[in-house]
């Protein structure tokens, strides 16, 4: 190894070294702001919040470090890729110390500790999501995708706890609380939620660093609803699956589901090489589950509450019209064109590539 290899070598381990420490500080203040939330310390979280400054400066001198790594060595291919994760990952750490301060201040504005099922609830899913941000740490340290990839599969477990930790928030007695109380708490749950998502993050700038591969977004799922679902609704996901299979996923329903599709929109689509193969009318129902992951849910000449009373946390709702009385191409057209400046707008061009 020449010696400038050795100095690079020497500058990044040393990178990488501050950035593991930051990494573990960060991780005891939230374990600390987390121990005083749960014991009612009030002196434990007055140390977690004065010590996020440090942290703070922290960070601050591993930018410049980052800076200088790039202007001392020009880093190319790997090299780069290492610091400019870094510099992702530092702002990464410093939100996690944010979060910490956070959390320590709810603890001590609270007017009561946080007991019962909601109580048990908030345990569970800090040490949960602690314990992925102790493993990311861990594999950013050692560079170990098999372990940033298998950290990176239990965020699912912590969502899961939040989805429980919200129910027994709301559905509790809490005529005791007052609102700021109870903001508190819903904050507090978001925060320790946020925490395994940015474990989740670390785990993905490990792979990248590692490997170079980025983080594949998943497709995006829209539900198409209309009276029978046997005519707009069908050529909606006929067209997602011919156009964009790639960024979002389509089903349909209808409140009442026809027996077959209208065969003169069926024929009309089928000169136009869209394939209804599979896409049977079918009746919404209220444990549909592509139904109640749905990210956007889009009504055909009708508004949500002719279907459901009930929406999930972070669906959109669209309600589009389309005359009937138009000819079946001006209804494709119009069909065609929402659909494309929807798909654009959430998840952009086309990710495949003609070669």
Known sequence: MSHYEQRLQHDLDAIRTDITALGSTVHQALTSALESLLNRDSDQAYKVILGDHPINRAADRLNVACHGFIAKHLPSAGHLRFVSSSLRTIILLERLGDYAATIAKESVRLDSGLEGAFGSDVRVMGY??????????????????????????????????????????????????????????????????????????????????????????????????????????????????????????????????????????????????????????STLVDDDPNFAKADVVICINATLDHFSQTISYGTSVLHWKISESDSVEAQFLQLSESIASLVDLIRGPSIVTNA
């Open 128 to 281: 949960d999501a602690l314990g992925m941000l102790s493993d990311a740490i861990t594999a950013y340290e050692t560079m170990d995708t098999e372990l940033a990839a298998t950290t990176k599969a239990s965020a699912s477990k912590v969502d899961r706890e939040y989805i429980t930790a919200y129910s027994d928030l709301v559905v509790s007695d809490n005529r005791e609380l007052d609102r700021a109380d109870l903001f508190g708490r819903l904050n507090i749950i978001n925060l320790l939620e946020r925490v395994s998502d940015q474990a989740k993050n670390l785990c993905e700038e490990v792979i990248f660093t590692k490997t170079g591969k980025t983080k594949t977004r998943r497709r995006l799922k829209l539900f198409f609803l209309d009276e029978h679902d046997a005519g707009h609704t069908q050529i909606a996901v006929a067209l997602c699956r011919k156009f964009y299979a790639d960024r979002v996923e389509a089903f349909s329903a209808g409140k009442s589901g026809s027996s077959t599709i209208h065969q003169d929109l069926a024929t009309f689509c089928g000169q136009k090489g869209l394939d209804f193969s599979g896409l049977d009318p």
